[in-house]
């Protein structure tokens, strides 16, 4: 039969403009989350994590922002890049502390000239 | 930078036959992870391994799977008996803190095709 695949948001961004990814999650145990870039063909590469006890965390042209109260993680990324275009997942750890993560659909940004 | 690196980067099978998958997870780290994503999906976890014993498993991981660390440095995961619904990417992570809950790091993937 023939398979259906998640239909992914896409965010289009042109090139030098910041972006933001939004990401709901649904485990209010969920006390570590991660952003994971793919590119296609490849495996996810870490880009930032947060932890429960923070709202917000800087990286090199990345933020993550973390709203407990509704259940919510942005990834903002300044000055986009072609070399960003990618798919964004948000993981949670579901407060396992096992180290297993719980994937969200992710994002598609396209990075546009 | 060290990196997870996989073997194969695609397998074909015929279904009903085993597979192994091969990870080499980065030298330091003590906790190991199989998920895997069908195409267009989301990732899945599998399975997660530390100390030499599976920490956790997901219902996908059923009585055809296993996973070993033979010596050292290897992590595989086998498939006994292969299904047409195990075609995806299997993607091996670790990670080095302790409580796993920490960076992980996935490989390339080994792109698996059952026929």
């Known amino acids: 039969g023939e398979s259906v695949g998640l239909h992914l948001p896409t965010l289009s961004v042109q090139e030098g403009d910041n972006s933001i990814i939004n990401c709901a999650y649904s485990?209010?145990?969920?006390?570590?989350f991660i952003w994971y870039k793919q590119e296609s063909g490849k495996g996810p590469q870490f880009i930032i994590d947060?932890?429960?006890?923070?709202d917000k965390r800087q990286g090199q042209r990345v933020t993550v922002l973390l709203n407990k109260t509704v259940k919510h993680l942005s990834l903002q990324i300044a000055a986009t890049q072609p070399g960003d275009s990618a798919v964004y997942f948000c993981a949670e750890n579901g407060g396992d502390s096992w180290g297993k993560l719980q994937f969200g659909a992710g994002t598609q940004v396209v990075v546009t000239p | 930078e060290p990196e997870v690196t996989q073997t194969p980067s695609h397998q074909v099978t015929q279904m009903g036959q085993e597979v192994i998958l091969r990870c080499v997870p980065i030298?330091?780290?003590?906790?190991f992870y199989w998920y895997r994503q069908i195409l267009g999906q989301k990732v899945e976890f599998l399975v997660s391994f530390y100390n030499n014993e599976i920490s956790e498993k997901s219902e996908i991981f059923d009585d055809q799977f296993s996973v070993e660390r033979p010596d050292g440095s290897n992590f595989t995961l086998k498939i006994r008996s292969t299904k047409l619904e195990d075609s995806a990417m299997y993607f091996c992570a670790s990670s080095g803190l302790a409580g796993g809950v920490g960076e992980q790091y996935f490989g390339p993937g080994t792109r698996l095709t059952v026929t």
């Open positions: 947060i932890r429960s006890n923070m």
């Open positions: 030298s330091n780290h003590l906790y």
């Open positions: 485990n209010s145990a969920s006390d570590y």
